[in-house]
């Protein structure tokens, strides 16, 4: 890594959702604010800044990680994948799709993060269980759905019922979906 | 569930006889998530800003209660990018305190004036080229405090001791209203039983994952502020936000975004911070940008009122209450905030909930503490006086030896006699609520759950069944928050009641439907539902229909009773679209009429097609119809007004103002909601599991169920929040401790389960579809039903929230036996810091050197500056004393302190005490260390111990972190001593950033 000046700003080029794109940041500036306010590309969103909330995910060269603990710097010449890339002809990929049919968002304000992460973690685990896939999820925090939605979004697009004989369901209902 | 994605009327064809599918009803999918799911939606933040936009960091008081004596903003004016500093002395030269709902002597001011009252007030302003130059010169602004005893429980308000906060009003008791409703003497003295109950509900809030932003700008020439924020309303706020500004509302144009990041109430909290922007670019001449942190969220937003219950019932033998005595306190903060003390009040008109309770007398206070002011917040004020109430139920089933599902049953309001009115005045519209409870017991299969809790009793353990019957006001009365004053001051101030909802639908020369509403939307489907009411209005496709939710006070119709708060959409803006759609298409009709010739009473509307009734080949196109207004208004009929807008504006016909005898209906409509909570506690642990949980809804008219789920999930789970996990927490000595989502914990996907969802519709008399609010229910019913599982699990009474292991251990739990006394070493005397954490230590090291080395090592200012971490030099302040700028981070924070450094006690070369105090942006420390040395054949033995008090943000964010930061520090020290009397170096290690971020969050090992 060149030795970087805290007080000047460093050019930083990154490779964003295949599309390569050069901004200016200095040394402490977040990837967070980076993509958001020198790239423009605002539909990754910051919900704490500290870590914890995960609205913030993206994939770091294929791998889901916090902008807002991921120093701008940190990202020069790799590869940055945003929720603008999932869908890039503007066909929602069937996770897309599949949030919308389950209501899995409302105010959206954590759900880039929450794609983001499942993008990556599908990959690597094509069907969870419900318990695995909460306990991945725990590392997101939503406010508005109860989670339910998305994990009936999941569980429909890997193929498999949501909610049957599993602890974290107190519903008893064996079937995803709505009334 | 596939088939109705696609709208209904998209499948009818547009021939001879069109037809269009109803609407509303339809569980359709939203048409805002396209958007939102390809990040393509534009929340505040992501808006443009102007050219020249300064961005603003805000400085804030690290006590809970001091008098400010002075701030030097030299420093942070000077300094590279920043334009300028703002304080409470501009606060006063160009605005004016906040309007306060009770006539008691209390200024508030945007910008603290004189005095800080809770941890986190806002104290100044930097505005600079960007966030981080502001931050950084938030450290160079020196503020000097002298500190004030806290007032830090409702409890400790009501006894009267404790420095008043607002001097002048003399008493930390803000106000008190006695009410009387029903002969309560008569009905006690008549009753078999009387059976009470406290409670003590906490502070907690809904925490929207999107923080406030604001933008504003001030235009010199026309001295009108414009401002750009994620506020929700209620606009009854604006008023209060241009009379801070000194301007008329004219001269406050506010717009709200596209897209809001969830509101939950909270956003109505946004509002200060309005006019504190407002005043900074007036001061900067410049447009000013301001986004909010999580720290600053948590600390200093906004909470839901804590509240102290205090209920004794008259109680029939059978279980029946034939009279209730309330006292309730309300814990509002530091300030009395606008629309407080709406808390309070919001429920007056069912204060005795789903029951018939005939007699009523209670007594409302409202207590201010040295915490955050309280505001909107989902369940508003109904998670408090349900856990009064329901908790009073299940206690009078343990009392009489009842099932506690019979007394519900005994005492809810019958069916037959719908629409009920309360003792206090709430008309309980509609609703079958025995059959709603009936219905939740069979579907939802209490008969099994009792199978489980027996077989779990049984096994010997630890299992409970609880219940919360309710009901769910909605729309909001503008006149329930004159309550609190008197009759005669109510007739001073003029009469205050509706809630007025208004909705604009307009049609374009091609026919596309516009629809907007003043409802300021935060994830709620507002776009989806609109375009189903409107759609099916005018027999038109789903995405005919444009639907805006942005919002302008220069442009839009509005009322004071605007925007998204009280579950008002489905109710009175939904309804008051679908009126302004009738209006409209029936001047369309009128002009089709004149075209095919036929009665505008015959004209229909369907498939995109203007027909005749009797003879649909007789019809023109939609377009073709809306057209006409635009393209031939003199080709129209005499007297035939062009169709081209329509807004309408709707009041809820029973919202009256307060009587002479303080009667009120609060809420238009109230919806039924009946919980089931089945629980298992793990012995071991002290941890709640919730096993079942079964919600059903009586909300009316549903329009659309996807939608009515959605916001019954997002309740519950800020409910099981609420129970089981939330609490803004503060030191007793007034030190917040919640400042992260890593200390405030919100539950994730793996703490709330997915409820089973009943409901049963009985639609309002009151509202133009039948439809009433259900946005909030679960988060006044569920706490409560938690709870009374809890409570029959442990066959203990639980009196507050959240059950936490920690306070279920300290219930279930035998006490630890007491530490030998030998153990205890004396503990070190805590610094008398008001707000401040405070931290104790002891321990051992050997250095390498004699005792004279060391001594003239920690005497000699220059090494000394180089052992202290984070100094680079000692300036001679005096003998042996020293004024020094040290840099310290504590977990995710660095903070650079100003600090006095001093050694004294000083006893060559055995002993001394090495003490300091600094403060920074960041908070302020002190703390002192007494230091001895022993000659050893090592060398020399030093034995020090040292107490300490941190406060302000550091505290907040870094509390669990502080103990081993201040362990690691002092171990900094001593390597370095000993590095230095020629020891073996410290080895230095150096974990990626992120590693210790995540490690000092607790999130790695
Ligand atoms: S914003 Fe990055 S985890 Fe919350
Ligand atoms: S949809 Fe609002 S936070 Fe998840």
Same mark, same amino acid.
């Given at each position: 890594?060149?030795?970087?000046?805290?007080?000047?700003?460093?050019?930083?080029?990154?490779?964003?959702?295949?599309?390569?794109?050069?901004?200016?940041?200095?040394?402490?500036?977040?990837?967070?604010?980076?993509?958001?306010?020198?790239?423009?590309?605002?539909?990754?969103?910051?919900?704490?800044?500290?870590?914890?909330?995960?609205?913030?995910?993206?994939?770091?060269?294929?791998?889901?990680?916090?902008?807002?603990?991921?120093?701008?710097?940190?990202?020069?010449?790799?590869?940055?994948?945003?929720?603008?890339?999932?869908?890039?002809?503007?066909?929602?990929?069937?996770?897309?799709?599949?949030?919308?049919?389950?209501?899995?968002?409302?105010?959206?304000?954590?759900?880039?993060?929450?794609?983001?992460?499942?993008?990556?973690?599908?990959?690597?685990?094509?069907?969870?269980?419900?318990?695995?896939?909460?306990?991945?999820?725990?590392?997101?925090?939503?406010?508005?759905?109860?989670?339910?939605?998305?994990?009936?979004?999941?569980?429909?697009?890997?193929?498999?019922?949501?909610?049957?004989?599993?602890?974290?369901?107190?519903?008893?209902?064996?079937?995803?979906?709505?009334? | 569930?596939?088939?109705?994605?696609?709208?209904?009327?998209?499948?009818?064809?547009?021939?001879?006889?069109?037809?269009?599918?109803? #609407?509303?009803?339809?569980?359709?999918?939203?048409?805002?998530?396209?958007?939102?799911?390809?990040?393509?939606?534009?929340?505040?933040?992501?808006?443009?800003?102007?050219?020249?936009?300064?961005?603003?960091?805000?400085?804030?008081?690290?006590?809970?209660?001091?008098?400010?004596?002075?701030?030097?903003?030299?420093?942070?004016?000077?300094?590279?990018?920043?334009?300028?500093?703002?304080?409470?002395?501009?606060?006063?030269?160009?605005?004016?305190?906040?309007?306060?709902?009770?006539?008691?002597?209390?200024?508030?001011?945007?910008?603290?004036?004189?005095?800080?009252?809770?941890?986190?007030?806002?104290?100044?302003?930097?505005?600079?080229?960007?966030?981080?130059?502001?931050?950084?010169?938030?450290?160079?602004?020196?503020?000097?405090?002298?500190?004030?005893?806290?007032?830090?429980?409702?409890?400790?308000?009501?006894?009267?001791?404790?420095?008043?906060?607002?001097?002048?009003?003399?008493?930390?008791?803000?106000?008190?209203?006695?009410?009387?409703?029903?002969?309560?003497?008569?009905?006690?003295?008549?009753?078999?039983?009387?059976?009470?109950?406290?409670?003590?509900?906490?502070?907690?809030?809904?925490?929207?994952?999107?923080?406030?932003?604001?933008?504003?700008?001030?235009?010199?020439?026309?001295?009108?502020?414009?401002?750009?924020?994620?506020?929700?309303?209620?606009?009854?706020?604006?008023?209060?936000?241009?009379?801070?500004?000194?301007?008329?509302?004219?001269?406050?144009?506010?717009?709200?975004?596209?897209?809001?990041?969830?509101?939950?109430?909270?956003?109505?909290?946004?509002?200060?911070?309005?006019?504190?922007?407002?005043?900074?670019?007036?001061?900067?001449?410049?447009?000013?940008?301001?986004?909010?942190?999580?720290?600053?969220?948590?600390?200093?937003?906004?909470?839901?009122?804590?509240?102290?219950?205090?209920?004794?019932?008259?109680?029939?033998?059978?279980?029946?209450?034939?009279?209730?005595?309330?006292?309730?306190?309300?814990?509002?903060?530091?300030?009395?905030?606008?629309?407080?003390?709406?808390?309070?009040?919001?429920?007056?008109?069912?204060?005795?909930?789903?029951?018939?309770?005939?007699?009523?007398?209670?007594?409302?206070?409202?207590?201010?503490?040295?915490?955050?002011?309280?505001?909107?917040?989902?369940?508003?004020?109904?998670?408090?006086?349900?856990?009064?109430?329901?908790?009073?139920?299940?206690?009078?089933?343990?009392?009489?030896?009842?099932?506690?599902?019979?007394?519900?049953?005994?005492?809810?309001?019958?069916?037959?006699?719908?629409?009920?009115?309360?003792?206090?005045?709430?008309?309980?519209?509609?609703?079958?609520?025995?059959?709603?409870?009936?219905?939740?017991?069979?579907?939802?299969?209490?008969?099994?759950?009792?199978?489980?809790?027996?077989?779990?009793?049984?096994?010997?353990?630890?299992?409970?069944?609880?219940?919360?019957?309710?009901?769910?006001?909605?729309?909001?009365?503008?006149?329930?928050?004159?309550?609190?004053?008197?009759?005669?001051?109510?007739? *001073?101030?003029?009469?205050?009641?509706?809630?007025?909802?208004?909705?604009?639908?307009?049609?374009?020369?091609?026919?596309?439907?516009?629809?907007?509403?003043?409802?300021?939307?935060?994830?709620?489907?507002?776009?989806?539902?609109?375009?189903?009411?409107?759609?099916?209005?005018?027999?038109?496709?789903?995405?005919?229909?444009?639907?805006?939710?942005?919002?302008?006070?220069?442009?839009?119709?509005?009322?004071?009773?605007?925007?998204?708060?009280?579950?008002?959409?489905?109710?009175?803006?939904?309804?008051?679209?679908?009126?302004?759609?009738?209006?409209?298409?029936? *001047?369309?009709?009128?002009?089709?009429?004149?075209?095919?010739?036929?009665?505008?009473?015959?004209?229909?509307?369907?498939?995109?097609?203007?027909?005749?009734?009797?003879?649909?080949?007789?019809?023109?196109?939609?377009?073709?119809?809306?057209?006409?207004?635009?393209?031939?208004?003199?080709?129209?009929?005499?007297?035939?007004?062009?169709?081209?807008?329509?807004?309408?504006?709707?009041?809820?016909?029973?919202?009256?103002?307060?009587?002479?005898?303080?009667?009120?209906?609060?809420?238009?409509?109230?919806?039924?909601?009946?919980?089931?909570?089945?629980?298992?506690?793990?012995?071991?642990?002290?941890?709640?599991?919730?096993?079942?949980?079964?919600?059903?809804?009586?909300?009316?008219?549903?329009?659309?169920?996807?939608?009515?789920?959605?916001?019954?999930?997002?309740?519950?789970?800020?409910?099981?929040?609420?129970?089981?996990?939330?609490?803004?927490?503060?030191?007793?000595?007034?030190?917040? #401790?919640?400042?992260?989502?890593?200390?405030?914990?919100?539950?994730?996907?793996?703490?709330?389960?997915?409820?089973?969802?009943?409901?049963?519709?009985?639609?309002?008399?009151?509202?133009?579809?039948?439809?009433?609010?259900?946005?909030?229910?679960?988060?006044?019913?569920?706490?409560?039903?938690?709870?009374?599982?809890?409570?029959?699990?442990?066959?203990?009474?639980?009196?507050?929230?959240?059950?936490?292991?920690?306070?279920?251990?300290? #219930?279930?739990? *035998?006490?630890?036996?007491?530490?030998?006394?030998?153990?205890?070493?004396?503990?070190?005397?805590?610094?008398?810091?008001?707000?401040?954490?405070?931290?104790?230590?002891?321990?051992?090291?050997?250095?390498?050197?004699?005792?004279?080395?060391?001594?003239?090592?920690? #005497?000699?200012?220059?090494?000394?500056?180089?052992?202290?971490?984070?100094?680079?030099?000692?300036?001679?302040?005096?003998?042996?004393?020293?004024?020094?700028?040290?840099?310290?981070?504590?977990?995710?924070?660095?903070?650079?302190?100003?600090?006095?450094?001093?050694?004294?006690?000083?006893?060559?070369?055995?002993?001394?005490?090495?003490?300091?105090?600094?403060?920074?942006?960041?908070?302020?420390?002190?703390?002192?260390?007494?230091?001895?040395?022993?000659?050893?054949?090592?060398?020399?033995?030093?034995?020090?111990?040292?107490?300490?008090?941190?406060?302000? *943000?550091?505290?907040?964010?870094?509390?669990?972190?502080?103990?081993?930061?201040?362990?690691?520090?002092?171990?900094?020290?001593?390597?370095?001593?000993?590095?230095?009397?020629?020891?073996?170096?410290?080895?230095?290690?150096?974990?990626?950033?992120?590693?210790?971020?995540?490690?000092?969050?607790?999130?790695?090992?």
């Amino acid at each position: 890594m060149p030795s970087l000046n805290a007080q000047t700003k460093h050019p930083v080029t990154i490779t964003l959702n295949d599309g390569t794109r050069t901004g200016h940041a200095s040394p402490r500036m977040l990837l967070s604010d980076f993509l958001r306010h020198e790239l423009g590309a605002h539909g990754t969103k910051v919900g704490c800044e500290h870590g914890v909330c995960g609205a913030c995910t993206i994939r770091l060269d294929g791998v889901a990680a916090r902008a807002c603990l991921t120093l701008a710097v940190q990202a020069d010449g790799r590869r940055v994948d945003t929720v603008e890339g999932l869908a890039p002809d503007g066909r929602m990929t069937t996770l897309q799709d599949a949030f919308n049919r389950h209501h899995a968002l409302q105010c959206g304000f954590c759900t880039a993060g929450i794609l983001m992460s499942l993008s990556d973690y599908l990959e690597r685990v094509p069907k969870p269980t419900e318990t695995e896939l909460r306990d991945m999820l725990s590392g997101h925090l939503c406010r508005c759905t109860g989670y339910a939605g998305i994990v009936r979004a999941v569980m429909d697009v890997t193929g498999q019922a949501s909610g049957n004989a599993d602890a974290k369901d107190a519903s008893g209902r064996k079937e995803p979906g709505h009334v | 569930m596939t088939a109705l994605t696609k709208a209904p009327s998209e499948l009818a064809p547009a021939a001879a006889a069109p037809v269009s599918a109803a #609407l509303i009803g339809q569980p359709i999918p939203r048409l805002e998530d396209a958007a939102i799911l390809t990040g393509q939606a534009r929340y505040t933040d992501d808006l443009p800003i102007k050219p020249g936009t300064l961005h603003a960091a805000i400085l804030r008081s690290p006590h809970a209660h001091a008098e400010i004596l002075g701030i030097d903003v030299q420093a942070a004016r000077a300094m590279k990018g920043v334009a300028a500093v703002v304080t409470g002395e501009d606060a006063k030269r160009f605005a004016a305190p906040f309007l306060v709902g009770v006539r008691a002597p209390m200024e508030h001011w945007c910008l603290a004036v004189d005095r800080v009252r809770y941890p986190g007030e806002p104290v100044a302003v930097v505005l600079a080229d960007d966030r981080y130059l502001a931050e950084d010169a938030l450290d160079r602004i020196e503020v000097r405090y002298r500190p004030l005893p806290v007032v830090m429980s409702i409890d400790q308000a009501l006894s009267g001791d404790g420095e008043p906060l607002h001097p002048a009003v003399g008493s930390n008791i803000v106000n008190t209203r006695p009410f009387g409703y029903g002969d309560v003497n008569a009905a006690f003295e008549a009753a078999e039983h009387r059976i009470s109950t406290t409670v003590q509900y906490p502070r907690n809030s809904c925490t929207p994952m999107e923080c406030f932003v604001v933008m504003a700008d001030y235009d010199q020439a026309d001295g009108a502020y414009e401002v750009l924020s994620n506020f929700s309303g209620p606009f009854a706020i604006h008023p209060v936000m241009a009379k801070a500004l000194k301007v008329p509302g004219s001269k406050l144009r506010l717009k709200l975004p596209p897209n809001s990041g969830g509101s939950f109430g909270n956003k109505q909290a946004v509002f200060p911070y309005i006019v504190i922007m407002g005043v900074c670019a007036r001061v900067a001449g410049r447009p000013v940008k301001w986004v909010e942190d999580r720290l600053e969220h948590l600390m200093a937003a906004t909470s839901a009122t804590a509240r102290r219950t205090d209920l004794e019932a008259a109680v029939s033998g059978d279980g029946r209450i034939l009279g209730l005595r309330m006292e309730q306190t309300d814990d509002v903060g530091a300030y009395l905030r606008a629309p407080e003390p709406a808390s309070l009040y919001r429920n007056h008109g069912n204060l005795t909930g789903a029951y018939r309770i005939p007699a009523l007398d209670v007594v409302n206070r409202l207590a201010v503490t040295n915490k955050t002011p309280t505001g909107l917040n989902r369940g508003f004020g109904g998670g408090q006086l349900y856990f009064a109430i329901e908790r009073l139920m299940h206690r009078i089933a343990v009392t009489l030896g009842l099932d506690p599902l019979d007394v519900i049953r005994r005492n809810l309001v019958p069916a037959a006699e719908m629409p009920y009115t309360t003792a206090s005045g709430g008309i309980l519209d509609s609703g079958d609520f025995l059959a709603a409870v009936e219905a939740a017991t069979t579907d939802g299969g209490l008969d099994e759950l009792k199978a489980r809790r027996d077989k779990a009793r049984a096994e010997g353990r630890l299992y409970g069944i609880g219940y919360a019957a309710i009901v769910e006001p909605s729309i909001s009365n503008m006149g329930y928050i004159t309550t609190v004053l008197t009759a005669d001051e109510r007739r *001073k101030a003029g009469p205050k009641n509706g809630a007025q909802a208004s909705a604009t639908v307009s049609v374009d020369p091609t026919g596309g439907v516009t629809v907007t509403v003043a409802s300021a939307p935060q994830g709620q489907g507002h776009r989806t539902v609109l375009s189903q009411v409107v759609a099916e209005v005018f027999g038109l496709r789903l995405g005919d229909i444009a639907v805006n939710t942005e919002f302008d006070t220069a442009k839009d119709a509005w009322s004071i009773a605007a925007g998204n708060y009280s579950s008002r959409f489905a109710g009175a803006v939904a309804g008051t679209a679908h009126i302004a759609a009738t209006r409209l298409r029936d *001047k369309l009709a009128k002009l089709a009429a004149s075209q095919l010739n036929v009665t505008p009473e015959d004209i229909r509307f369907a498939g995109g097609r203007v027909f005749a009734a009797g003879n649909p080949d007789n019809s023109l196109s939609f377009s073709r119809v809306a057209a006409a207004g635009h393209w031939s208004p003199g080709t129209l009929a005499d007297g035939t007004e062009a169709a081209l807008r329509e807004t309408a504006f709707w009041t809820p016909p029973p919202l009256k103002a307060p009587t002479e005898a303080d009667i009120i209906n609060s809420s238009a409509c109230y919806g039924f909601v009946f919980d089931i909570c089945a629980v298992e506690i793990d012995p071991v642990t002290a941890q709640v599991r919730i096993d079942k949980y079964v919600t059903m809804h009586d909300a009316g008219r549903i329009l659309n169920p996807l939608m009515v789920e959605g916001q019954i999930l997002g309740a519950f789970a800020h409910a099981v929040g609420t129970a089981l996990y939330e609490e803004y927490a503060y030191g007793s000595d007034g030190r917040f #401790l919640s400042g992260t989502f890593a200390d405030y914990l919100v539950p994730t996907a793996c703490e709330v389960p997915v409820p089973v969802m009943l409901h049963r519709e009985s639609p309002s008399p009151f509202t133009p579809l039948g439809a009433k609010g259900v946005g909030e229910g679960n988060s006044m019913s569920t706490p409560v039903c938690i709870a009374n599982a809890v409570a029959d699990a442990l066959g203990m009474d639980i009196s507050t929230l959240p059950l936490t292991p920690a306070r279920i251990a300290a #219930l279930i739990e *035998k006490p630890e036996v007491a530490r030998p006394a030998s153990l205890d070493a004396a503990p070190p005397k805590a610094p008398a810091i008001a707000g401040g954490r405070g931290l104790q230590g002891e321990g051992t090291r050997t250095v390498p050197a004699s005792p004279e080395q060391v001594w003239a090592i920690l #005497l000699d200012p220059k090494e000394l500056a180089a052992l202290l971490p984070g100094c680079d030099a000692l300036d001679l302040a005096g003998p042996n004393a020293y004024r020094a700028e040290v840099v310290v981070g504590i977990g995710p924070v660095r903070a650079r302190y100003l600090a006095e450094v001093e050694l004294t006690d000083l006893d060559p070369p055995r002993a001394l005490t090495l003490s300091g105090r600094g403060s920074s942006a960041l908070g302020f420390g002190e703390g002192s260390g007494h230091v001895t040395l022993e000659a050893t054949a090592d060398g020399t033995r030093v034995v020090y111990r040292y107490d300490a008090a941190v406060g302000g *943000k550091v505290a907040a964010v870094g509390g669990r972190m502080l103990d081993s930061a201040t362990r690691m520090l002092i171990g900094q020290f001593f390597d370095r001593l000993i590095a230095r009397a020629g020891g073996p170096a410290a080895v230095e290690t150096s974990p990626s950033l992120l590693t210790r971020l995540l490690r000092l969050l607790g999130l790695r090992p």
